[in-house]
């Protein structure tokens, strides 16, 4: 990915990882921060694909608090 990202000379890049599914207007509004031109990287917060068991609550908390919380607040 290293070499890639050296060689390629696009305005954006875009990395998603093969086992993500992105909304459907996931890019439109990621472009649409990324043209501001004090604005560097955008991310998104991976969700768990359904929320039925206690297992799956448990997850969508770690998600939500390392996502969500601490990753965000390691940026500023």
Do not use: W
């Amino acid at each position: 990915m290293n070499y890639a990202i050296s060689i390629i000379r696009e305005e954006f890049v875009v990395r998603i990882d093969a086992d993500t599914v992105i909304g459907e207007n996931c890019l439109d509004v990621t472009l649409r921060h990324v043209a501001n031109p004090k604005v560097g990287a955008v991310g998104g917060m991976p969700r768990p694909p359904r929320v039925r068991t206690f297992f799956d609550r448990a997850r969508m908390v770690e998600v939500l608090l390392k996502h969500g919380f601490f990753q965000v607040s390691m940026m500023g």
